[in-house]
T-cell receptor
Framework: DGGITQSPKYLFRKEGQNVTLSCEQN?????MYWYRQDPGQGLRLIYY???????QKGDIAEGYSVSREKKESFPLTVTSAQKNPTAFYLC???????????????FGPGTRLTVL | AQKVTQAQTEISVVEKEDVTLDCVYE???????LFWYKQPPSGELVFLIR??????QNEISGRYSWNFQKSTSSFNFTITASQVVDSAVYFC?????????FGKGTKLTVNP
């Protein structure tokens, strides 16, 4: 089945540690995205990538880093510089990013990160 | 700057009731897209509908219907004869230039 996978589903981290969240898609989509969701809030864009080896900062990129070495994969690293990393993280992908408005984004199941 | 407002934070209904979720958006562009997503307790966002700014026809899909009115900048979502499985958080979203802005969501609880 085609889709987006994220692992792990739950992640616990000690303060001061970096942690990497995995996102893989087999939809052959060019664009991929990372969002952060806090309780009672909408989704906020962390990073996005339109194509392999290229990515752009979103609204809340500070304390996060990404890479896009393969079309299928877009891992997100939450660094120790992120002051409040406890949140639900969602990865998404879309066919592309057109100038007239983005294609539909499809989401993975999410990773819930808790900092102890 | 684009903005999406979902004024209803939480709605609670009894099964079989009809319920409408409101979405009001702000944009300066004439070309844009509107979306609705469902987020069940499992957490994954499920795509429901995508509508472009040039298509104001209402859409119906089973028990779901959407009312798009450019004159009031609204894109409301109605569930007819609600069921317990409809309980979820519903997000409205707007895209005008490649990126998508999400509203804060409306939590719908359907009680048996």
């Amino acid at each position: 089945d085609g889709g987006i996978t994220q692992s792990p589903k739950y992640l616990f981290r000690k303060e001061g540690q970096n942690v990497t969240l995995s996102c893989e898609q087999n939809l052959n989509h060019d664009a991929m995205y990372w969002y952060r969701q806090d309780p009672g809030q909408g989704l906020r864009l962390i990073y996005y990538s339109q194509i392999v080896n290229d990515f752009q900062k979103g609204d809340i990129a500070e304390g996060y880093s990404v890479s896009r070495e393969k079309k299928e994969s877009f891992p997100l690293t939450v660094t120790s510089a992120q002051k409040n990393p406890t949140a639900f993280y969602l990865c998404a992908s879309s066919i592309g990013m057109t100038s007239g408005g983005t294609d539909t984004q499809y989401f993975g199941p999410g990773t819930r990160l808790t900092v102890l | 700057a684009q903005k999406v407002t979902q004024a209803q934070t939480e709605i609670s209904v009894v099964e079989k009731e009809d319920v409408t979720l409101d979405c009001v958006y702000e944009t300066r562009d004439t070309t844009y897209y509107l979306f609705w997503y469902k987020q069940p307790p499992s957490g994954e966002l499920v795509f429901l509908i995508r509508r472009n700014s040039f298509d104001e026809q209402n859409e119906i899909s089973g028990r779901y219907s959407w009312n798009f009115q450019k004159s009031t900048s609204s894109f409301n979502f109605t569930i007819t004869a609600s069921q317990v499985v409809d309980s979820a958080v519903y997000f409205c979203a707007l895209s005008e230039a490649r990126l998508v802005v999400f509203g804060k969501g409306t939590k719908l609880t359907v009680n048996p």
